[in-house]
């Protein structure tokens, strides 16, 4: 056998196990079509938050006019963009030095099975004891000429002046906050009424009033039937049922991701597969005994993240190594979406806690009028602690403010271990800040 693990893709759900793994002796290789590093590091998260970073820091500088600052710094996104190529761009070749540096084999092109041992890129075929796909998902497309999509979105040159944006997901969200605080005029058209159903609806709701009263526009309940690209005008004109017809200058399909793996020639080997990705056991083990599978590629329920995908390489690198041999067992997980304020979340949903009385017992509280929000001038921030009735142990929050990424991070091993109201103020935390603010938060016992 060439190798003893032979990964497919190169992202989150393969190198934080595969670097270890070859670390440990064990002969590890990896095929890889596009960027080394994966969506996260190339075309994802990374780029993402260097678009956002400024534009929170100008939410901010903008609460604290007449309050010790005078005057509000403009984006230039151009320059932005420039700092965005400067940061991202070196990512590959990163994330394929990241593998060569502990001698794992990285092979350039495109994947496919040829048996359960077998995998061919171009001519060559490599071996392998153990298979892992982690080959991740990439953006549905629908039949609209000219449309955009995340990965165009993030390296966009200028800023048109109307975007509209189809979808009502995260990354739909996410990139409407950023196209209106750039100063486009932004409409969200979305299938139903709701947007980031994962997050609580209350919390939702307010992030929508807010992005309506920056002038984006919601369109609900519309499904695009016909679109036509006018090249001269370098516009697009969409319409709908009743009547709909809009005319914008770009279009972002932000309609969802679809799995990749009907690109593996997987007939070939009869592992299963559907919509949602690759179906596993709780060993993440298809239904062919050496073949895994890792990441945004799974089907499964959790969230598709990089966390998660990170989370689950680690899992099956212990277990190719024979440190764990039991089944993936997850911890609590964690959740954002980086709207201004943001929205984070861990443990058991807030909605659901609300849908079970009997069960759960809720905190909520307000962060207006809290000293050190005060400093920030930051308004209707909000934290909600979910405790379980009986055992009084934390099982999950959400939070809406501005650091909600922190706060929700430092209560992330509290809703893991299950701490119970009493242990909760049994920490000292450094004054001011964040974390300290959370504690004057909690119930007191
Ligand atoms: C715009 C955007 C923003 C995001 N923001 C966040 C965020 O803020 N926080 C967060 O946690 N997550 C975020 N995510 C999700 C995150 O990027 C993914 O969860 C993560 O990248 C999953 O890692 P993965 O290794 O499973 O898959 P991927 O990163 O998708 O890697 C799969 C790799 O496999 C390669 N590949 C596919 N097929 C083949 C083949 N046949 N042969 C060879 N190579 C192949 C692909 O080229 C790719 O490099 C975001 C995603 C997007 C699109």
Redesign the pocket.
Same mark, same amino acid.
């Given at each position: 056998m060439d190798f003893s693990v032979l990964y497919?893709?190169?992202?989150? /759900? *393969?190198w934080n196990g595969a670097v270890p793994l070859a670390k440990s002796g064990v002969k590890v290789g990896v095929?890889?079509?596009?960027?080394y590093g994966?969506?996260?590091s190339n075309?994802?998260?990374n780029a993402?938050?260097i678009l956002d970073k400024p534009l929170q820091l100008i939410d901010q500088i903008k609460a604290l006019q007449g309050r010790g600052l005078d005057g509000v710094p403009e984006v230039n996104w151009e320059d932005l963009m420039a700092h965005k190529h400067e940061l991202i761009v070196p990512q590959d070749q990163h994330g394929k030095d990241r593998l060569d540096n502990v001698g794992i084999q990285t092979i350039n092109?495109?994947?496919?099975f040829v048996d359960a041992h077998k995998v061919r890129v171009g001519k060559k075929t490599y071996t392998a004891d153990k298979i892992v796909i /982690? *080959?991740?998902?990439r953006p549905h497309r629908l039949d609209i000429p000219g449309a955009e999509n995340?990965t165009d979105f993030?390296s966009l040159p200028h800023m048109p002046e109307h975007v509209t944006i189809l979808g009502g997901g995260f990354?739909a969200i996410e990139f409407a906050t950023i196209a209106s605080a750039v100063g486009a005029k932004v409409d969200v058209i979305t299938r139903g009424k709701q947007i980031l159903k994962q997050f609580p609806k209350e919390y939702t709701a307010s992030i929508q009033a807010d992005l309506k009263k920056a002038g984006v526009r919601f369109i609900p309940d519309m499904e695009v039937e016909r679109a036509t690209k006018d090249e001269e005008a370098g516009t697009i004109t969409l319409e709908g049922p009743k009547g709909f017809e809009l005319t914008t200058d770009y279009v972002l399909d932000a309609t969802g991701?679809v799995p990749?793996h009907d690109?593996?020639n997987l007939e070939a080997v009869g592992v299963k597969a559907n919509h949602r990705g690759i179906e596993v056991n709780e060993y993440l083990q298809t239904n062919v005994e050496n073949i895994y599978a890792?990441?945004?590629?799974v089907d499964k329920t959790i969230p598709?993240?990089?966390?998660t995908?990170a989370f689950e390489s680690r899992y099956l690198a212990a277990k190719f190594m024979g440190t764990n041999n039991g089944p993936i067992q997850y911890p609590a997980i964690s959740e954002?979406v980086?709207t201004s304020p943001r929205i984070a979340q861990v443990g058991v949903k807030l909605d659901e806690a609300k849908a079970n009385p009997d069960k759960y017992e809720i905190t909520q509280a307000s962060y207006d009028g809290d000293w050190y929000r005060q400093v920030e001038n930051e308004q209707g921030a909000e934290l909600a602690l979910i405790f379980e009735k009986d055992s009084q142990q934390l099982v999950g929050a959400a939070e809406k403010a501005n650091a909600a990424e922190e706060t929700i991070n430092t209560i992330v091993p509290y809703v893991q271990m299950r701490l119970t109201k009493e242990q909760l103020n049994d920490f000292v935390y450094v004054f001011p800040s964040i974390a300290y603010t959370l504690q004057r938060r909690l119930p007191l016992v």
């Open positions: 497919i893709g190169s992202g989150q /759900a *393969t095929i890889e079509e596009s960027q994966g969506v996260c075309k994802g998260c993402k938050i092109g495109h994947a496919e /982690a *080959t991740g998902l995340s993030l990354v991701r990749n690109q593996l890792a990441g945004d590629a598709k993240l990089t966390p995908a954002i980086f």
